[in-house]
Structures are given as C-alpha cells and as structure tokens.
C-alpha cells in the first residue's frame, strides 16, 4: 500500500497538512545548484503554535 509521511507538531499535536507549512531553513544550505543558487535544507512551521522543527522528527 502506498503511504505518504504525515508530520505532526510534537508541541500541539496538529496533524492538518494546510496548517503545517514547509519553509527553508537558511542556516544549512545543501548544496548548490548548477546556476549558483543554494538549496536549503527544510524545516517545518505549525500554524496553530508556531513551533519551527525539522523534517526529520
């Protein structure tokens, strides 16, 4: 079966994919791209709360 990985918020609790947005995280840059321009690593922010963590929670 095919499951796609859903984040929630360890603060709150909120599961809602409209209320947890993904931003760049500008103090790690990845790599960078062919034209020169960084490619950040992502971090998520919960709307309800406003905590900021990483994908990888």
Do not use: W
């Amino acid at each position: 079966m095919n499951e796609t990985k859903r984040f929630k918020c360890s603060n709150c609790g909120e599961e809602n994919p409209r209320k947890l947005h993904e931003e760049p995280d500008k103090t790690q840059v990845l790599y960078y791209s062919m034209q020169g321009a960084p490619v950040y690593k992502k971090r998520i922010k919960c709307g309800n709360c406003g905590l900021v963590f990483d994908k990888a929670q």
